[in-house]
């Protein structure tokens, strides 16, 4: 059974940081771009990162996402880190990590270029 499981949210300070894991099963990560999208209370689903299958293919939404947050991939423990760093309350929302289908389109994040996803980890943001 494919699965992929979101951890590492919390409650986080201004300026903190926190490193959610994207651990997947029932399919070899190694095969896979995995894409991370968050959704925030009211809004519409929205890309933040992405990862290819390939060495050096770490992808992100826009400037301000790529400089404070980076993303990175452990195969051999079948595991997608987003490290997140000076967040903000706006940053808060659900995380959730997903597969795409093809890693050929791993730089978009329409939700038809991913087959499955997480119950996503909670980022909430609050002094």
């Known amino acids: 059974q494919v699965q992929l499981v979101e951890s590492g949210g919390g409650l986080v300070q201004p300026g903190g940081s926190l490193r959610l894991s994207c651990t997947v099963s029932?399919?070899?990560?190694?095969?896979?771009?995995i894409g991370w999208v968050r959704q925030a209370p009211g809004k519409e689903r929205e890309g933040v990162s992405s990862?290819?299958?390939?060495?050096?293919?770490?992808?992100y939404k826009n400037s301000v996402v790529k400089g404070r947050f980076t993303v990175s991939r452990d195969n051999a423990k079948n595991t997608v880190y987003l490290q997140l760093t000076s967040l903000q309350p706006d940053y808060t929302a659900v995380y959730y990590c997903?597969?795409?289908?093809?890693?050929?389109?791993?730089?978009?994040?329409?939700?038809?270029?991913?087959?499955?996803w997480g119950r996503g980890s909670q980022v909430t943001v609050s002094s």
């Open positions: 029932g399919f070899a990560l190694a095969d896979y771009g």
């Open positions: 997903e597969r795409l289908r093809d890693n050929l389109w791993y730089k978009h994040f329409a939700r038809h270029h991913y087959d499955c």
């Open positions: 990862i290819s299958r390939y060495e050096g293919g770490e992808y």
